[in-house]
């Protein structure tokens, strides 16, 4: 079974501008998780979609949003790029529908605002 | 507010050498606990997780974590490292009802000396 994949793994982008990652789940799960990593905050909880609904979102300015499609797979949004969103985005998901399960993560989208 | 601290940021063990690493954890309820391991430029791999049942819990290679509820600790443990083990490992709490939303320690990085 294939795993978790993101799309583009890497990414360079100027302040102000607006960015679209993509997450494929893998086949059968309809949970996805995103989060950021960087190295001064380390890893944060972005947002969480199960069957197209935003069930949890962590403490981010509306400038990051995401949306969940009918096949599972996920994108976010990140408008009106700064510096400080260089980051790896991560994609997790899980297989099952209890409010907390083993999540699997994508390799990630790196990032970078110029 | 809960959250995960593992107070060690780097460690530098032998090849061979066994290796605890370790992770503390502030949560009012019984927690979801999980670690996690990433390799440079890659994404997390889940190592092993206790939701509830046996303190002591097996992951994949060769890893093992005890949950000890008196210390809100959730230690990781190897008998006997490999220089492939060299990674940044990250122990995380889930939040009861929480959709998937992980807490991450800062993550140690650890090293292995042939």
């Not at chain 2, 709490?93 to 292995?112: C, D, E, H, M, Q």
Request: charged share 15%.
């Amino acid at each position: 079974k294939a795993g978790v994949t993101q799309t583009p793994r890497y990414l360079i982008k100027t302040r102000g501008q607006q960015v679209t990652l993509s997450c494929s789940p893998i086949s059968g799960h309809r949970s996805v998780s995103w989060y950021q990593q960087t190295p001064g905050q380390g890893l944060q909880f972005l947002f969480e979609y199960f069957s197209e609904t935003q069930r949890n979102k962590g403490n981010f300015p509306g400038r990051f949003s995401g949306r969940q499609f009918s096949n599972s797979r996920s994108e976010m949004n990140v408008s009106t790029l700064e510096l400080g969103d260089s980051a790896l985005y991560l994609c997790a998901s899980s297989p099952r529908d209890p409010r907390m399960d083993e999540q699997f993560f994508g390799p990630g989208t790196r990032l970078t605002v110029l | 507010a809960q959250s995960v601290t593992q107070p060690d940021i780097h460690i530098t063990v032998s090849e061979g050498a066994s290796l605890e690493l370790r992770c503390n954890y502030s949560y009012g309820a019984t927690p979801y606990l999980f670690w996690y391991v990433q390799s440079p430029g890659q994404g997390l791999q889940l190592l092993l997780k206790y939701f509830s049942g046996d303190t002591l819990v097996q992951g994949i290679k060769g890893f093992e974590a005890e949950f000890k509820r008196s210390q809100s600790s959730f230690n990781l443990r190897k008998p006997s490292v490999h220089w492939s083990d060299a990674a940044e490992y990250f122990c995380a709490v889930g939040v009861s009802g929480g959709y998937n939303k992980l807490i991450f320690g800062a993550g140690t990085r650890l090293a292995v000396h042939p």
